[in-house]
């Protein structure tokens, strides 16, 4: 018969490895979502943005963000908040993106600082253009 410590410690080692496990998934996912264009073109805007590098500082980086809700992406669109940083200040970086054509665009990113409940908009689509048709 097993004993109660021998299945203690199968289960602490089954626990530890579904945890790790999870960990490593999640890297795997935020290492992907790095990866892509709509994430490398949303930070290129950031951080060409004049306005965001007075208020954050030089050099911006990522401070993090969640693979789960509210961030989202699937093969036409993307939305991500994710954590900011620079020498003067932290805040959040939101962007929307769409694909067209297999070309990612970024359609909507705001910056928010901490301690602060305004947005500044760095890139603003025009979504009021009229369409004309020729008839």
Request: hydrophobic share 40%; proline share 2%; glycine share 6%.
């Amino acid at each position: 018969m097993i004993s109660n410590r021998a299945l203690w410690k199968t289960s602490v080692y089954i626990a530890i490895g579904g945890m790790t496990s999870v960990m490593i998934m999640r890297s795997i996912l935020k290492d992907r979502v790095r990866k892509t264009e709509y994430y490398r073109e949303a930070f290129k805007k950031l951080r060409a943005h004049e306005g965001a590098q007075f208020l954050l500082g030089e050099p911006i980086k990522e401070a993090g963000f969640d693979i789960g809700k509210p961030n989202y992406a699937d093969a036409k669109e993307a939305y991500f908040e994710i954590g900011v940083k620079g020498p003067k200040n932290i805040g959040k970086m939101y962007f929307w993106a769409v694909s067209e054509n297999e070309k990612w665009t970024i359609d909507r990113l705001e910056l928010e600082l901490r301690n602060d409940d305004k947005r500044l908009a760095i890139v603003k689509k025009a979504h009021d253009a009229e369409v004309v048709k020729n008839e």
